[in-house]
């Protein structure tokens, strides 16, 4: 803490002494073009020092600069998170404005290939074409999650318990009544009459989590030898069977279930509420856990050396088995100096607000180490 605290003096003196020589040598750059460039280059060099560091501390340009904008877009699942940070990152930075938007992980995923936005956000890791077609654009995990499946209160009150092939069951098709999962699994629900399946019509990185989750149904041991092997594919778009409901977004699918007194669909955990979370029984562990905050926090592993990790179904006590983690992308060739700051709040500052938004901060996590040695290595190049 001592070093620490001498790093982050003699960061704030440095920069002191840099404006000082600015305010001298602006006087004889002639153009306002050479100017900005220069305070460009300064906030790139501090801010740089900062996060080589590991400090907290990011200095910003002189109030009253020119102003930036980030632009975001991608997943549905980290939208809220994005907005969330926009608001309290512009209140720290006021020349710097973040302007997130949707469309899903896909899109979030292709646009930052193209270079048509600053970050693009995804819930789930980029499949191994993207990543082929794409090796430069850098996976930075930003957030954890779990992801779920909801029930209308009135299925089976607050109470529901399902295992993998009871899901696959639902979400495949292969049983589309109450009455018939009743008699199958050798459980209770209260509803009765057809299951109605709220599922994503978007490219989805929950989809694509959610599916992959479904294909570890062979490490489940259902108690009546009820067996289901899911058979759809993990792709971000699935072609589910036709008498599902097809929405858009997180949103569309937490809104068809409320509204639907026979309704079931998935989602992350911050759009739960007000709908029955279900237990979800983890083999690793062999029990039902709760999706919560601290249970998919759980699932993350001493040491990260893959974003793309798996955390499902983790061995470890109490872990969550449909744990995920959120991230944003970058591409750098189009890389601005205050994006990377933005990065480096969002890793530091930014994890105060995961919480108040429904996900989980990976402060002093495994995945927290492996995201800064990421940005700590990038270069702005624009």
């Excluded at 006087?27 to 907290?56: Q, S």
Aim: proline letters at 5%; charged letters at 10%; glycine letters at 10%.
């Amino acid at each position: 803490m001592k070093h620490l605290r001498q790093l982050r003096a003699c960061v704030i003196h440095a920069y002191a002494l840099i404006l000082g020589f600015l305010a001298g040598a602006g006087r004889k750059i002639n153009g306002a073009k050479n100017m900005n460039n220069t305070m460009k280059l300064l906030g790139y060099l501090v801010i740089g020092l900062v996060i080589g560091t590991g400090a907290t501390l990011i200095i910003a340009p002189p109030s009253g600069s020119q102003t930036y904008t980030i632009t975001t877009a991608g997943s549905t699942t980290v939208y809220p998170l994005s907005q969330e940070w926009a608001v309290q990152f512009h209140a720290d930075y006021p020349s710097i404005s973040v302007n997130p938007s949707t469309g899903g992980s896909g899109l979030g995923q292709s646009q930052i290939a193209d270079g048509l936005i600053d970050i693009g956000a995804s819930s789930s890791y980029p499949d191994e074409v993207y990543r082929t077609a794409n090796p430069d654009v850098e996976i930075i995990p930003v957030s954890a999650d779990a992801l779920g499946i909801v029930a209308n209160p009135t299925v089976n009150g607050s109470i529901f318990k399902m295992d993998c092939d009871m899901a696959v069951a639902i979400f495949q098709g292969n049983i589309t009544t109450w009455e018939d999962f009743e008699s199958t699994f050798n459980v209770n629900v209260d509803a009765t009459g057809s299951i109605n399946v709220y599922v994503r019509s978007d490219a989805s990185g929950t989809t694509a989590t959610f599916a992959k989750w479904l294909e570890t149904a062979d490490e489940n041991t259902n108690a009546n030898g009820a067996e289901y092997e899911w058979g759809l594919g993990h792709s971000e778009v699935v072609s589910w069977p036709g008498t599902h409901s097809s929405v858009d977004g997180n949103p569309g699918v937490a809104s068809g279930v409320q509204g639907d007194v026979q309704g079931i669909g998935y989602v992350g955990l911050a759009f739960m509420d007000v709908l029955t979370a279900i237990d979800l029984y983890n083999p690793g562990v062999g029990d039902y856990v709760t999706p919560s905050l601290e249970n998919a926090l759980k699932a993350l592993p001493d040491e990260i050396t893959d974003p793309g990790q798996n955390l499902m179904n983790s061995n470890n006590t109490g872990a969550y088995p449909i744990a995920r983690l959120l991230y944003y992308l970058v591409n750098p060739s189009n890389l601005y100096w205050y994006t990377i700051a933005y990065l480096n709040w969002v890793l530091v500052q930014g994890q105060q607000y995961i919480s108040t938004v429904g996900y989980v901060p990976i402060s002093g996590t495994s995945a927290a180490t492996y995201a800064i040695g990421v940005v700590a290595a990038l270069s702005p190049s624009a």
